[in-house]
């Protein structure tokens, strides 16, 4: 597999496991969880042959580490990122006292209104640091950091999540503890 491939896959896996199982019919358990050999086999159906070996490694290689299996390798989901409904069972965590938000400035308005909204996704993605948030940003644009007063929210009773992967989680980010850089 060279470095296209993986990234074709990876892609494939993106959709399949976030958004549209249902393109190659595969089910998705209430906890984001899909039987491997059932991926195989239906992604092999729908043209999109790959081996187990090959699954392997794009999870171990993936710049992003947005898949995982389960301990005895039976079991594949994403990360984070999802817009299916799933939940992914993760545990709550003290945030740290600042998180960061890439975006780009076409959104700001509507931010300072509506505080930083899930949009399609089920959760507001927040990057632990800012390299991290303006690589996020930049896919959009020119990237623009927003620091986020996460030590507040959590002592004011927001709760946060920590993925597989390191994306920090929560339901909304009111436009209150967000610094705008004026
Ligand atoms: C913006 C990638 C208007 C928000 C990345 C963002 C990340 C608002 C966009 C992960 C808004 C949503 C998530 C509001 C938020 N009004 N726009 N009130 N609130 N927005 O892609 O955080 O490659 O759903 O700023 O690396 O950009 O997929 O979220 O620009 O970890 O693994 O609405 O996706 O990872 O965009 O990115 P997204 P995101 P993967």
Do not use: C
Not at 22 to 36: P, S
Not at 52 to 77: G, Y
Not at 156 to 169: A, T, Y
């Amino acid at each position: 597999m060279n470095e296209e491939q993986k990234k074709t896959i990876s892609k494939f896996l993106s959709l399949i496991l976030r958004h549209n199982p249902q393109t190659i019919g595969l089910h998705i358990d209430e906890n984001g969880w899909a039987d491997v050999q059932e991926l195989l086999m239906k992604s092999a159906q729908k043209n999109r042959p790959f081996s187990f070996a090959d699954l392997k490694e794009i999870i171990a290689t993936n710049d992003k580490q947005r898949f995982s299996f389960n301990s005895d390798e039976t079991k594949i989901r994403a990360n984070q990122g999802h817009s299916i409904n799933i939940d992914l069972a993760l545990t709550t965590g003290e945030s740290p006292a600042f998180l960061y938000h890439g975006t780009v400035d076409k959104f700001l308005a509507n931010i300072r209104q509506q505080g930083l909204l899930k949009m399609s996704r089920q959760h507001v993605h927040l990057s632990k640091d800012r390299e991290t948030a303006e690589k996020v940003g930049s896919r959009r644009g020119k990237p623009v950091i927003l620091s986020v007063r996460s030590g507040h929210m959590f002592r004011d009773g927001f709760s946060f999540f920590l993925s597989e992967n390191g994306v920090w989680l929560t339901d909304h980010v009111p436009a209150g503890y967000i610094d705008f850089k004026e």
